[in-house]
């Protein structure tokens, strides 16, 4: 379904807590735009009776039915793009604007 990676979880771990809203599930949602891309939100939210339910790296993770067809594979990761300067990135097959990243060996 969805995997966080080691760093995302370390993030999406400190923001709970100095948002007090640890123990919450992390909703992660996807849109298409009319574009064809995909838009991504994500916050702690409450779950609903037609959730999917999904754990990574210890982080509860819910997700409507109709993003969970969007998000099918996705990786989320916590990275710096430039220095000084991280950001959560959804590294997801399932967006034609996704580029996988170049093995450099």
Sequence with gaps: MITITEQAAKQIKLS???GNTEGMPLRIAAT????????YGMGFDD???DD????????EI?????????????VLDFV????GKHQ????????PSYKPPQDDS
């Design 88 to 95: 959560f990135i959804f590294m997801n097959p399932n967006d």
């Design 16 to 18: 709970s807590k100095q």
């Design 47 to 49: 779950s609903k009776d």
């Design 32 to 39: 298409r735009n009319a574009d064809d891309s995909i838009h």
């Design 52 to 59: 999917i339910k999904v754990t990574s790296e210890d982080i």
């Design 62 to 74: 819910i997700i409507s039915p109709v993003s969970a067809e969007l998000l099918k594979d996705t």
């Design 80 to 83: 710096e793009l430039e220095p």
